[in-house]
Nanobody
Framework: QLQASGGGWVQTGGSLRLSCTAS????????IAWFRQTPGKDREFVAA???????RYGDAVKGRFIFSRDRAKSTVYLQMNSLKPEDTANYYC??????????????????WGQGTLVTVSS
């Protein structure tokens, strides 16, 4: 199971940190990803990571968002900086048992947390 938290309202240029705590899976080998979605649109890849590899980022967030993992807490974080109104979305964390080269495609993830809403106001 995945439990996402940390969403909220922030002004343009501000920061938020999302958390995703995992249980019932092998955190040390599982790939964890963040996706986001707005009404009427497909889910968009945000970031993904696994132990032993550098995180990967979607083009829209590269240079602004930072993905990190805390193995002791079985938790991944998404530090979101320099937020823009277009970052407004429901953010979801997802997991799969192993890393995949298609880490940016939501169809490859088996477990999903509930969304946490991020609203960026101009």
């Amino acid at each position: 199971q995945l439990q996402a938290s940390g969403g909220g309202w922030v002004q343009t240029g501000g920061s938020l940190r999302l958390s995703c705590t995992a249980s019932g899976l092998d955190f040390s080998t599982s790939a964890i990803a963040w996706f986001r979605q707005t009404p009427g649109k497909d889910r968009e890849f945000v970031a993904a990571g696994v132990s032993g590899r550098s995180p990967r980022y979607g083009d829209a967030v590269k240079g602004r968002f930072i993905f990190s993992r805390d193995r002791a807490k079985s938790t991944v974080y998404l530090q979101m900086n320099s937020l823009k109104p277009e970052d407004t979305a429901n953010y979801y964390c997802a997991a799969r048992i192993r890393w995949t080269v298609q880490y940016d495609r939501d169809v490859w993830y088996d477990d999903w947390g509930q969304g946490t809403l991020v609203t960026v106001s101009s």
